[in-house]
């Protein structure tokens, strides 16, 4: 046991009058809303990466954490530090899910022998740590981002023996993670874009994307992993122009291949953000085409253009955002993630549980606040109200397809059409939205 943590009590939930600091205020676990306990709407996991594997160093300055396991090179003992400091952390927050990269858990490896053999031998060891906590595995994920190799992308390279080397990683990483039990995978796409035209093929850099998250599929079934897969948009950032930029053109990347059926999304509020969207957007998007997934409720920072994957702590911007989730039937394999990235000067331990604290506080008012607006049905009354006009008449027949242009422009002659013009209400709409966050 590294004994990071060893200072710090378990996480209690103490109720809004507490005056612990190191206590949840408003995340009451077994508390039931709408028929569902807290815990089983919001699914929260803790991820590694920016927790566990970052060590405070930016462009400008070197690392600031002193987390013990990051101080030499990333060898087992290190590895093995690394997950009894994570472990100990998930069991003192007390929430139920993990997520990992396969190389946030592993040993450095240079060599496909090695990759496969340092993953192997981690891998082995949460199983290890699972059955001995009550943890879960939401989803894992491959890094085909970091290592110098992806350089000019994962399975866009212009190299197909790059490509096969992310193949070997997805591979062992879905099948890690089937065994782990794990509810998702995700592929984030951070190097599956390009820079500039004057290099790039855009469209068969495409069609190896179409092709390789097919092989993923064909490799689930192949395995009988029941759990889903899911790709995380997000717009820019690493490469200038990334192919999965938000949840209308992954939905189109995903009809061209014929994944639509087999493939979801984790969407990111920053990732919306940096697209030009809200996170609710995003959201509505998803269940409009049927491929809602999973969260990483990561916040921006309104004043910068990048992704600084902070807790969430907007509440009405996260109240929205369970208001839409909810209304689409929320989380089924799915769940919430935050990547909860300190910012360089957190340094202590505490640090981390003030932030994990603090979004899953933010998490529990905004689900109450979005299931308090559901019940008073005040937003889907005025919506379904404004649509009404469709349940019958030459409404239904368009959309049915029992009418077509000749049917409609007829009917707007013969009865002599002069639809006045309906307020939007949008700031009764935005009003009410105000009364509910709390
Ligand atoms: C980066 C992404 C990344 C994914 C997992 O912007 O958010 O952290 O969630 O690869
Ligand atoms: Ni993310
Ligand atoms: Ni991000």
């Not at 009764?428 to 709390?438: F, M, P, Q, S």
Request: aromatic share 12%; glycine share 10%.
């Amino acid at each position: 046991m590294s004994g990071y943590f060893d200072h710090i009590d378990p996480i209690k939930f103490e109720g809004p009058d507490s005056t612990t600091d190191l206590a949840f205020k408003y995340y009451d676990p077994k508390k039931i809303i709408m028929g569902k306990t807290m815990e089983e709407h919001l699914r929260v996991a803790v991820c590694y990466w920016h927790n566990f594997c970052w060590d405070g160093a930016d462009v400008f300055g070197g690392p600031t954490f002193n987390r013990p396991w990051l101080a030499g090179t990333n060898d087992q003992a290190a590895a093995d530090a690394k997950l009894d400091a994570a472990f100990s952390f998930f069991e003192k927050l007390g929430n139920p899910f993990f997520c990992f990269h396969d190389t946030d858990v592993m040993a450095a490896a240079e060599t496909p022998q090695e990759h496969i053999e340092n993953f192997a031998v981690i891998v082995d060891k949460i199983e290890a740590k699972m059955a001995q906590t009550k943890t879960k595995l939401l989803w894992g994920t491959a890094n085909m981002f970091s290592h110098p190799r992806y350089m000019s992308g994962a399975s866009t390279n212009p190299n197909p023996d790059v490509v096969a080397f992310g193949a070997l990683q997805v591979k062992h990483c879905l099948e890690a993670t089937h065994r782990l039990g794990g509810a998702g995978y995700v592929m984030w796409g951070g190097r599956e874009g390009y820079e500039t035209i004057l290099n790039t093929d855009v469209g068969r850099e495409m069609d190896q994307l179409g092709r390789f998250v097919n092989m993923v599929v064909e490799h689930k079934h192949k395995i009988g992993f029941k759990g889903d897969i899911w790709i995380e948009p997000k717009p820019h950032e690493p490469t200038k122009h990334q192919y999965d930029r938000d949840v209308a053109t992954v939905y189109g990347f995903l009809k061209t291949y014929g994944l639509e059926n087999e493939v979801g999304v984790n969407i990111e509020p920053n990732h919306a953000t940096l697209a030009g969207h809200n996170f609710e957007h995003e959201v509505e998007m998803a269940n409009a085409f049927g491929i809602f997934g999973s969260i990483d409720f990561n916040r921006g920072d309104p004043q910068n253009g990048w992704d600084t994957d902070q807790f969430p702590y907007d509440l009405r911007e996260n109240t929205m955002a369970l208001y839409y989730i909810l209304r689409g039937g929320g989380f089924k394999n799915g769940g919430a993630n935050f990547d909860a990235k300190v910012r360089r000067q957190s340094n202590d331990p505490e640090d981390l549980f003030y932030a994990h604290i603090g979004g899953m506080d933010l998490l529990a008012r905004a689900l109450e606040n979005a299931a308090d607006l559901i019940k008073s049905e005040k937003l889907s009354g005025f919506v379904d109200n404004r649509y009404k006009g469709w349940d019958s008449g030459m409404g239904k027949k368009m959309l049915n397809g029992k009418a077509d242009l000749d049917d409609m422009a007829a009917y707007a002659l013969k009865t002599n059409i002069s639809p006045a013009p309906i307020s939007g209400r949008q700031e009764y709409l935005e009003n009410i939205v105000t009364y509910h966050t709390k």
